[in-house]
T-cell receptor, first 109, second 114 residues
Framework: DAGITQSPRYKITETGRQVTLMCHQT?????MFWYRQDLGHGLRLIYY???????DKGEVPDGYVVSRSKTENFPLTLESATRSQTSVYFC????????FGQGTRLTVV | GENVEQHPSTLSVQEGDSAVIKCTYS??????FPWYKQELGKRPQLIID?????GEKKDQRIAVTLNKTAKHFSLHITETQPEDSAVYFC?????????????FGKGTLLTVNP
């Protein structure tokens, strides 16, 4: 199916574990983004990418790592998950008109 | 960097009334201003946008106005319906070059009461 998809949709992990959230788009958009959404904070940018092998830090990058070896994929890795990283994560592609994935609800216990 | 302030944080209206959500931005170089609607449990979706060379844009019951001098822009929804109930986000961007990110406001929860 064409579009932008995230996996998994829901994830529960333990503090200290590494977890990777996947994002895949079929439009061949150059730009891709990762946001986290928390009540009272809206959408905050974690990392973004203009093309394969080009990434930049956003507003809240600490504790996260990204890679972009292929245009269509933009995985987000939490190196050592903390409770403060419990959130809903959205991937988006295209700029300036951004299209969002369906989100991943991550709970760190 | 860019800072976007959005007001109010919650808004309750009666069906058929109008709703207005306002945003201010800090970066005078910003030139692209989208609005996203997010229904409960769903992804944000673009509903309307405006660029800095335009003062107003309409699409059926929704409209966006931009005042570059004052650095603020607003979303207007007329004849509100229960399905308009959602969280609305404004955003701002320079729209290109080395700065290709959107900065979002914190959102407005709109409730339309039947």
């Amino acid at each position: 199916d064409a579009g932008i998809t995230q996996s998994p949709r829901y994830k529960i992990t333990e503090t200290g574990r590494q977890v990777t959230l996947m994002c895949h788009q079929t439009w061949s958009h150059s730009y891709m983004f990762w946001y986290r959404q928390d009540l009272g904070h809206g959408l905050r940018l974690i990392y973004y990418s203009a093309a394969a092998d080009i990434t930049d830090k956003g507003e809240v990058p600490d504790g996260y790592v990204v890679s972009r070896s292929k245009t269509e994929n933009f995985p987000l890795t939490l190196e050592s998950a903390t409770r403060s990283q419990t959130s809903v994560y959205f991937c988006a592609s295209n700029f300036p008109e951004a299209f969002f994935g369906q989100g991943t609800r991550l709970t760190v216990v | 960097g860019e800072n976007v302030e959005q007001h109010p944080s919650t808004l309750s209206v009666q069906e058929g009334d109008s709703a207005v959500i306002k945003c201010t931005y800090s970066d005078s170089a910003s030139n692209y201003f989208p609005w996203y609607k997010q229904e409960l449990g769903k992804r944000p979706q673009l509903i309307i946008d405006i660029r800095s060379n335009v003062g107003e844009k309409k699409d059926q019951r929704i409209a966006v106005t931009l005042n570059k001098t004052a650095k603020h822009f607003s979303l207007h929804i007329t004849e509100t319906q229960p399905e308009d109930s959602a969280v609305y986000f404004c955003a701002a961007s320079r729209g290109g070059g080395s700065n290709y990110k959107l900065t979002f406001g914190k959102g407005t929860l709109l409730t339309v009461n039947p």
